[in-house]
């Protein structure tokens, strides 16, 4: 059997950020100033006037929810649609992490567990939801800035648990998606940020730098981060409908369906690429036809 590995190759990938620190240290202000800014505020808190100037400024635009449904449905069409957005910001996702916690400690209640939320099970259905965002912003030709709230992180030192400082207050394993992790910091009158996870040479690890888009750029590569954002046209109703008609009778069907989704990254039918989903009703039918010859 032929190997299926290849020559690597250097991809120019769109910056995913996340950024996380207090409250006032200028997450929202630094992350609106990047290209054409799809702002989605969970809290309110880019209602006020230097906010909505410095959107308008970028030829941006402001969406308000809290609901992870509604921000996966955005995104969804952020994907799908061409638009002249280039980068989408979320601040904070910790509000709407927060919140299917919330709702799923609820939905778990019971007498043997009046909190719902008895040995963490109530995290299984919230990050099952946070992974399904998170599929789709891999997919999204946009710049990603997620901004989160900060939290003291433990760690054990022998038998003494000890603060070691500050990490992000959201899912835990978010951090995997990014290739830049930056805590910001409030320095005097300076903002600057602490890179704590990278896979960008030109952020090395530790290294602290002025917290603004104009050095982002200049790092990361101004054209990169400022091109128009290239839509993907997924499945169609009719394509789903005729996928599951093709699929009713095979007994394989639920293990082509999980394949079929895997290697499109995505977590539902209507989320594979509409060239992928025709592909697949294509063999599908040629089976069929086989078949019956």
Not at 46 to 55: G, T, W
Not at 124 to 138: S, T
Not at 255 to 273: F, H, N, R, T, Y
């Given at each position: 059997?032929?190997?299926?590995?290849?020559?690597?190759?250097?991809?120019?990938?769109?910056?995913?950020?996340?950024?996380?620190?207090?409250?006032?240290?200028?997450?929202?202000?630094?992350?609106?100033?990047?290209?054409?800014?799809?702002?989605?505020?969970?809290?309110?808190?880019?209602?006020?006037?230097?906010?909505?100037?410095?959107?308008?400024?970028?030829?941006?635009?402001?969406?308000?929810?809290?609901?992870?449904?509604?921000?996966?449905?955005?995104?969804?069409?952020?994907?799908?649609?061409?638009h002249s957005y280039?980068?989408?910001?979320?601040?904070?996702?910790?509000?709407?992490?927060?919140?299917?916690?919330?709702?799923?400690?609820?939905a778990l209640v019971?007498?043997?567990?009046?909190?719902?939320?008895?040995?963490?099970?109530?995290?299984?259905?919230?990050?099952?939801?946070?992974?399904?965002?998170?599929?789709?912003?891999?997919?999204?030709?946009?710049?990603?800035?997620?901004?989160?709230?900060?939290?003291?992180?433990?760690?054990?030192?022998?038998?003494?648990?000890?603060?070691?400082?500050?990490?992000?207050?959201?899912?835990?394993?978010?951090?995997?998606?990014?290739?830049?992790?930056?805590?910001?910091?409030k320095r005097g009158?300076?903002?600057?940020?602490?890179?704590?996870?990278?896979?960008?040479?030109?952020?090395?690890?530790?290294?602290?730098?002025?917290?603004?888009?104009?050095?982002?750029?200049?790092?990361?590569?101004?054209?990169?981060?400022?091109?128009?954002?290239?839509?993907?046209?997924?499945?169609?109703?009719?394509?789903?409908?005729?996928?599951?008609?093709?699929?009713?009778?095979?007994?394989?069907?639920?293990?082509?369906?999980?394949?079929?989704?895997?290697?499109?990254?995505?977590?539902?039918?209507?989320?594979?690429?509409?060239?992928?989903?025709?592909?697949?009703?294509?063999?599908?039918?040629?089976?069929?036809?086989?078949?019956?010859?």
């Amino acid at each position: 059997m032929a190997l299926k590995g290849k020559k690597p190759e250097l991809i120019q990938k769109r910056l995913k950020l996340l950024v996380y620190g207090p409250a006032g240290v200028g997450k929202t202000t630094a992350a609106i100033q990047f290209p054409k800014p799809y702002l989605v505020d969970t809290e309110r808190g880019a209602e006020n006037e230097s906010y909505v100037r410095a959107l308008e400024k970028a030829g941006g635009a402001y969406m308000f929810t809290n609901d992870a449904d509604d921000l996966i449905a955005e995104v969804r069409s952020l994907l799908s649609e061409k638009h002249s957005y280039r980068t989408l910001v979320i601040d904070p996702l910790t509000i709407i992490y927060n919140d299917l916690l919330e709702k799923s400690a609820a939905a778990l209640v019971s007498r043997e567990d009046p909190s719902g939320t008895a040995f963490s099970r109530h995290k299984g259905p919230a990050d099952r939801k946070i992974k399904h965002l998170l599929n789709l912003l891999l997919r999204l030709d946009m710049n990603i800035i997620i901004t989160s709230h900060s939290k003291t992180k433990w760690e054990r030192d022998g038998k003494t648990i000890v603060d070691v400082g500050q990490t992000f207050d959201c899912y835990g394993k978010l951090d995997y998606l990014f290739d830049l992790v930056v805590e910001v910091q409030k320095r005097g009158v300076e903002r600057v940020g602490v890179v704590k996870k990278t896979r960008i040479t030109a952020f090395p690890e530790a290294d602290i730098f002025p917290f603004t888009y104009d050095e982002i750029a200049n790092r990361y590569g101004r054209a990169l981060l400022e091109k128009d954002a290239a839509p993907v046209a997924l499945a169609s109703v009719e394509q789903v409908t005729n996928l599951k008609v093709l699929l009713s009778d095979r007994a394989d069907k639920e293990d082509l369906v999980e394949k079929g989704l895997q290697k499109a990254g995505a977590d539902e039918l209507s989320e594979i690429p509409a060239d992928s989903i025709a592909k697949c009703i294509a063999w599908l039918t040629s089976q069929k036809e086989t078949v019956a010859a």
